[in-house]
């Protein structure tokens, strides 16, 4: 009996002190609380140290940098490339020394094009010429050494012109180069490096072969008695731009100006020795832009990429204000 009275007493004891707890306890959580909050209220950022801004200042220009560098090797190694030019062969257009870009994908040579190529005397080498004809087209020079040129499909000259130069074509062709002829009676005739002889009518432009017929001797000479007996007095020595080449001049038409398609050791260039196209100087910045005429469509091009970066600095440096200084404000 008196144990059950003990374990009575023990069990109201321990009701009463769970129920002090929980009361108890039920404001310490709400002290806890009140007192949690105005510990979140008194706490303050901490701001940056100098040290750190710097660092991170650094930081973001590196990756910028670096950025900037590997999308510059995948444009110099697969759309653009540096040349520089070596000699005076392109006075006045260009000065030994500039630095040019140049566009070599996509790219399918025009006349009028700068061009950069390897030369079949020295493929190791570059030379940057003018295009002036294309796969069959016809170029002569006349006895005042203005160029003229018959293009494919037509069967008219007409002089080229040349607004980049500054004087008149005087370095002679090599009579290795003449590959056509103008008969006295205005047809032509042209022989391809196996010796076949072709034939073009004054008022047709498609070239028939004359079958039967080798004009040219083991060595590759022409034997003008065979050439002749089929057309007759020759009037003109022509220039017959093959198939798949170009007909390259230097702008320095001076005498040993230029050493170009005129001459065996450069001939015609195959379009596959076409490395790409002179785009515009980037060096000297004084001379800075297109090295082409203002209407032409390169230029044009030019001017448009140089505006629309201009217009993407300005927004950028639009938003960095905005950012650093009014949005704060």
């Not at 540096?82 to 260009?94: A, R």
Request: aromatic share 10%; proline share 3%; hydrophobic share 35%.
């Amino acid at each position: 009996m008196k144990d059950f009275e003990n374990d009575k007493n023990l069990n109201e004891e321990n009701q009463e002190e769970k129920d002090f707890l929980e009361t108890s306890g039920d404001n310490d959580i709400s002290e806890q609380y009140e007192v949690t909050v105005g510990v979140a209220d008194e706490i303050d950022v901490e701001e940056p140290t100098k040290s750190q801004k710097i660092t991170k200042e650094i930081i973001s220009w590196v990756v910028c940098i670096a950025v900037a560098v590997v999308v510059a090797l995948i444009i110099r190694s697969g759309v653009f490339t540096m040349v520089k030019v070596d000699g005076n062969s392109m006075n006045p257009t260009l000065q030994n020394g500039e630095r040019l870009f140049t566009r070599i994908i996509g790219y399918t040579p025009d006349r009028g094009d700068v061009v950069i190529f390897h030369p079949r005397s020295n493929p190791k080498v570059s030379y940057v010429k003018r295009a002036i004809a294309l796969e069959g087209d016809c170029i002569k020079f006349d006895s005042v050494n203005n160029v003229h040129i018959m293009k494919k499909g037509s069967t008219k000259w007409e002089i080229l012109e040349e607004p980049y130069i500054s004087c008149q074509t005087v370095e002679p062709i090599d009579v290795s180069m003449i590959n056509c002829f103008e008969s006295q009676n205005g047809d032509y005739y042209r022989f391809t490096s196996d010796g076949s002889l072709y034939k073009k009518t004054k008022s047709s432009d498609a070239w028939n072969l004359i079958p039967n017929v080798k004009c040219t001797d083991d060595m590759g000479n022409v034997d003008y008695s065979v050439l002749m007996s089929h057309a007759g007095a020759l009037k003109d020595f022509l220039v017959y731009v093959e198939k798949d080449h170009i007909f390259v001049m230097g702008d320095n038409r001076s005498l040993g100006g230029s050493f170009d398609s005129r001459k065996s050791g450069v001939g015609q260039v195959h379009v596959d020795s076409v490395l790409g196209k002179a785009s515009f100087r980037w060096w000297p910045i004084s001379e800075f832009g297109s090295i082409y005429p203002e209407n032409s469509s390169e230029t044009k091009t030019l001017r448009i990429v140089g505006y629309s970066l201009l217009g993407l600095c300005i927004i950028l440096l639009g938003f960095y204000v905005w950012k650093k200084f009014i949005r704060k404000s």
